[in-house]
């Protein structure tokens, strides 16, 4: 009976059913890390980003894709968010830190912290997260099809544009940016007078805006169609943009751009705190930060990495970088309520 029960036993384990069930149990799943990002040159991101990444730390990655405002305030709204990182420009990061909507990040967690530039390392250090990339805007157009060259911000204003130009909305990346451009014209600080320059200047310009846009992708669809032929943008945009209109060109005015930094955080919520930090030092390290500078226009933070003068053409770097100015966030957020208020009267009516 023994000898029975022992040749049985030796035929169930030698089985393929139970040999593959042993193998499910000890061996564990890949995690699976939920992204939260804005979704430009998915395809890019995929193969140059998130792949590699998967592959390496043998996890999921998982994207959840949108405007940067509507995602932000989806996270501060859904207490059961499955988010773990997630891609913001500082105006929404800002409000984030206020919110206590992020998990603290200290440069102690970030590999490569003392190569980062010093503007992101300051970030850091405020415990406002891990900035990846350093963006500005400039003015996309069509020479042609604008019937006028563009040198500086003040030719926006000109008749012959009427109906042809697109400006980012108030909520985007750069929606605050714009405004502080157009105060900047008149020669007004931003701040001194509360956007009431910048927004007497909105109105001006309203006659040669055919539409305020809240993704890249709407810009390009927009040179597409023949839509428009002049479109203040972020150059991340730009090669999206080049696609759509190849004949389109990118400039930045020589009195200067405005820049942002966007920077990924660690949601609140997170259950994969070690796997999104692993995440934020993957963008961070200079080989990610060399491809992602080729294939998605970013301007990398990481200090060792070294950009041909090719890769390095539109994007916040070298002069352009230097001559940038910073929107004063501090400042800014307190007044966005009121603002999307007015700038949704002034521009949809």
Known sequence: MKKVVIVMLALLLASPVFAQGTSEQTSAA?????????GLSEDSLWSEVYEPF?????????????????????????????????ELAQKNTADGVAAGAFASIAP???????????????????????????????????????????????DLWDPRLKGKIAIPDITTTFGPAFMMMASDVKGVALSSDKG????????????????????????????????????????????????????????????????????INVAKNSKNREL?????????????????????????????????????????????AAKAKMVDFNFVNPQMASWIDRYNRLMNK
Do not use: H
């Open 276 to 320: 999104a930090i692993a995440y934020i030092n993957y963008r961070l390290n200079a080989e990610t930060e060399t491809r992602t500078a080729k294939v998605l226009n970013e301007a990398p933070v990481n200090g060792k990495v070294v950009l041909t003068p090719e890769v390095a053409a539109n994007k916040t770097v070298g002069d352009v």
């Open 108 to 154: 102690s967690d970030i590999t490569d912290f003392s190569s980062l530039i010093p503007g992101a390392q300051d970030i850091i250090k405020s415990g406002s997260g891990a900035p990846y990339t350093l963006n500005s805007i400039g003015i996309m157009y069509d020479k042609k099809l604008a019937g006028m060259e563009i040198k500086e911000w003040a």
């Open 30 to 38: 890949p995690k699976t890390l939920v992204v939260s990002t804005w």
């Open 196 to 263: 009431e320059t910048a927004f007497k200047q909105l109105e001006a310009l309203k006659p040669n805006v055919v539409r305020s846009y809240a993704k890249a992708s709407d810009v390009a669809n927009l040179f597409k169609n023949g839509e428009v032929a002049v479109a203040v943008i972020g150059d991340f945009g730009v090669p999206v943009v080049s696609k759509a209109d190849p004949d389109a060109v990118y400039m930045v005015p020589a009195s200067g751009s405005y820049a942002n930094f966007n920077v």
């Open 54 to 86: 998967e592959k390496q730390y043998n996890c999921k990655v998982v994207l959840d894709t949108g405007n940067g405002q509507e995602r932000y305030t989806k996270l501060l709204g859904d207490p059961n968010s499955t988010v773990d990182v997630i």
